[in-house]
Every structure is written in structure tokens, then in C-alpha cells.
């Protein structure tokens, strides 16, 4: 850059690294949060074709790393990007491609989605033996579900904003996953009200989410959860049996273990989205994979009222007052 183009972009940069009256220390006394955030905002200014970003949002505050994503996803529009990071989610949300080295080799090349699967997976394995097995079972009996309404859906469900949501079958032989082999998911249904299978259900609607595994050997207490993604395999909400379920069920046999979910779907944006659910046991933080099956069901947004955001959330209550 000329001394021209520094002086009139350098207002900018020390915008953008926001690192107050330290802009003016010598940059050998910076700690390596500001460090980073004025070699971010300087390369935020340089009109580059490429830029390579390792782990640089690895440090400063939210407010922070939100600008640098921001700044990213409009620099992809029109520039080159390498991104090299541990953080799988931040990966999936910038990257289409992935490229995932281990020990100075390649491991996996491919879709970002797949590859940072196949890397969480890496990362059970080198700490438990994994691998996979089959079978099925029989309905339980299910509460009736019940909370608050949104206050628009009356409105909305006759319109075209209805999220009309299309679940596609569990397929069973299709799903990939890894694990122990101690546990094996069978059956993955979203069901209504009356228990019955869904093809279809509507955004901010009551749903029960039913996970059937078989338990081929002890585990001792288990852990059951679920995570939905959106089509680049970011997880969007999820959630799991250890706090409400903590030592009161012990799989000390073989047999059938049912779960359900009852939860009112979010509102969510047009496009295809993924339900992965996992076996596990041990505690949140420490625990053994039994098994997990990226992508068990997969169902479709067809339209939608949700105007920003990732999901939409039902309302109980919008008041709107002029006087």
C-alpha cells in the first residue's frame, strides 16, 4: 500500500481493531488478543485476493469475532479464503471445502460438512473404541403435550408463510455414524400428538422427537441426545436426557431403550435440515460415544414466516403501542 492509501484507510483500521489508546503503545506490548485484532483490522484493509486466516478468531470477545465474521462472508463474495481452524462450527459456517490434516498428512478432502464430521469423530475415537450394529420395537405410551400458543400461528397457517415442514423416513442402513457397538439406533421418528409417524409437520407447532436404540450389552446410565443442523451442518438446537434422566435409568442388560422429545418446533428459514442423535454414557463433559448417527433424519422447509436469523421462535405475546 502507498503512504497515500495508508492514511486515508488508517482511520478505519484503528476502528475496526477497537484497542483504545493502546494503538498508540508500541505493538511489542500488545497482549496477543490485541495483537490480533489490529493485524485483523489491517488485513480487513488491504483489498487482498487471499487471505489465510489461522485460528485468528480463537481470541478476542464475541463483539469482535461477530465483525471478523461479518467482515469474512463479505470478503467471499468477490475474494479467495483459507481458513484454518480446530473450531468445527466456525469451519462449517465460513468454508465450503475442507481439507483436514493430521500428523502433516491429508486425513479427508470434501464438503466441510463431511469432513468436520468425520474429524469429531476422530476426536471420539482416539479416546474410545468405535465401530456399529442392528434391530427394532414397540410403541410407548406418550404424555399429552401441551404450552402456550404463538399468538399469530392462526394467521400465519392460512397464509403462505405457513413452515411447512416434509420429514423424510429413517433409514437405518444409510445413516453413517461411529461408536462403541455396546448400543444400536433403530428407529428415529418425529410423531404428533396422537403417537402416530409424521411426513409432515408445521414450524412452531407442538412435536415429539422418538429415538428406539438397542442396548446389546451394560452401559450403566445412559445418555441420549439429539442436535439439529441446517444443510451446512451447523447445529441450530439440541438437547439431551443427563440432566433430567441423571441415575434414574441403568441399562445393566440388554434390551430397548425409547426416548422422547416433546418440544415445540422452532420456526425455521426455507431449506433442507438434518436431525443427528447420539448414545452415550457418563457425565455431559466426560463420556463414552455408544453410538452416533450424523443425519438420522432429514426433513424439508418448504416456506416460512421467520423473518431473520437461523430459527424462528414462537411468540407468546407482541404488543405494539402508540400514544
Known sequence: MSEEEIRAKYQNIVDFADIGEFIEQPVKTYSSGMYVRLAFAVIAHVDADILII????????ALFTQKCMRFLREFKRSGLLFFVSHDVTAVKSLCEKALWLSGGKVAAFGSAKDVSELYI??????????????????????????????????????????????????DEAGAMGFGTGAVAVRRVLLVGTDNQPISWCIGGEPVRLRIEAEVMRSIGRPIVG???????????????????????VDCDRAGMLEVVFDFRMPI????????SVAVASGTQQDHVQHQWLNDALFFRSHSTS???GLVGIPMQKIDLDFK
Not at 126 to 131: D, E, I, L, M, R
Not at 268 to 275: A, Q, R, V, W
Open 54 to 61: 489461522d485460528e485468528a478468531l480463537a481470541v478476542g470477545d
Open 268 to 275: 425455521l428459514m426455507s431449506g433442507d435440515y438434518s436431525i
Open 121 to 170: 469423530e476422530d476426536l471420539y475415537r482416539s479416546s474410545q473404541s468405535v465401530s456399529g450394529e442392528e434391530l427394532a420395537n414397540e410403541a410407548i405410551e406418550l404424555p399429552v403435550l401441551g404450552d402456550f400458543k404463538d399468538m399469530r400461528l392462526d394467521y400465519v397457517n392460512a397464509s403462505n408463510l405457513r413452515n411447512d415442514l416434509e420429514v423424510f423416513r429413517f
Open 306 to 308: 421467520a423473518s431473520t
Open 226 to 248: 439429539f442436535v439439529v443442523k441446517d444443510r451446512l451442518g451447523q447445529p441450530l438446537f439440541g438437547d439431551n436426557t443427563y440432566v433430567s434422566h441423571q441415575g434414574t
